[in-house]
């Protein structure tokens, strides 16, 4: 079964407004990542946070995680009609580094 | 840096034949993984290799699937026979070493069994 799962499946929302994806997991990790998806095309690596990191920057993107309770969520804000896209995280399983298993992904659609 | 290349990008063909995806990785990365994505299950990790060795081919569904890397340049997976269930994109993903876990990814290849 895969590692994490996103919530909510499908999000849509107007320009400008701030889009929140959530991401839980079952098992222990040492880090999460989160990638995007546009129609048709492959995944783009978009932040990773260490588990002794609770939040993280990037441009408009802002990911937090917490340990404790197996989750993490990525705020987009002011979104833009670009934004459209598959988000999904990434957890590692076992002990090897870069083997990743992806959640089902969240479906963002932004309205312009 | 053109980043990773998978050919084709599209693939039709009847079950029965063989299909060969084709993948070429970053220059320089350590680690080639293959993933395979459906609406019902999702992105699934086939198989990985680090520095040409194949590490974990766990997740290829039967043996009618086989994956080489004959170099650091260049990887295929295979489907022979195919089978409509095959039906899927295959996503090529390379890594730079052990100690970065991003992974950068192909076009994908959607391929279609009849």
């Known amino acids: 079964s895969q590692q994490g799962e996103e919530d909510p499946q499908a999000l849509s929302i107007q320009e400008g407004e701030n889009a929140t994806m959530n991401c839980s997991y079952k098992?222990?990790?040492?880090?999460l990542q989160w990638y995007r998806q546009n129609s048709g095309r492959g995944l783009v690596h978009l932040i990773l946070?260490?588990?002794?990191?609770r939040e993280k920057h990037s441009g408009r993107l802002r990911v937090t995680l917490d340990t404790s309770k197996k989750s993490s969520s990525l705020l987009i804000t002011a979104s833009r009609a670009a934004d459209t896209a598959s988000y999904f995280c990434a957890t590692p399983r076992g002990s090897t580094l870069g083997r990743l298993y992806f959640g089902r992904g969240t479906q963002l659609t932004v309205w312009p | 840096d053109a980043g990773v290349i998978q050919s084709p990008r599209h693939e039709v063909t009847e079950m029965g034949q063989e299909v060969t995806l084709r993948c070429k990785p970053i220059?320089?990365?350590?680690?080639l993984f293959w993933y395979r994505q459906t609406m019902m299950r999702g992105l699934e990790l086939l198989i990985y290799?680090?520095?040409?060795?194949?590490?974990?081919d766990s997740g290829m569904p039967e043996d009618r699937f086989s994956a080489k890397m004959p170099n650091a340049s260049f990887s295929t997976l295979k489907i022979q026979p195919s089978e409509p269930r095959d039906s899927a994109v295959y996503f090529c993903?390379?890594?730079?070493?052990?100690?970065?876990?991003?992974?950068?990814f192909g076009s994908g290849t959607q391929l279609s069994v009849l």
């Open positions: 220059s320089g990365h350590d680690y």
């Open positions: 946070i260490r588990s002794n990191e």
């Open positions: 098992t222990s990790i040492n880090n």
């Open positions: 993903a390379s890594s730079l070493n052990s100690r970065n876990e991003k992974l950068f």
């Open positions: 290799f680090n520095n040409n060795v194949p590490i974990d």
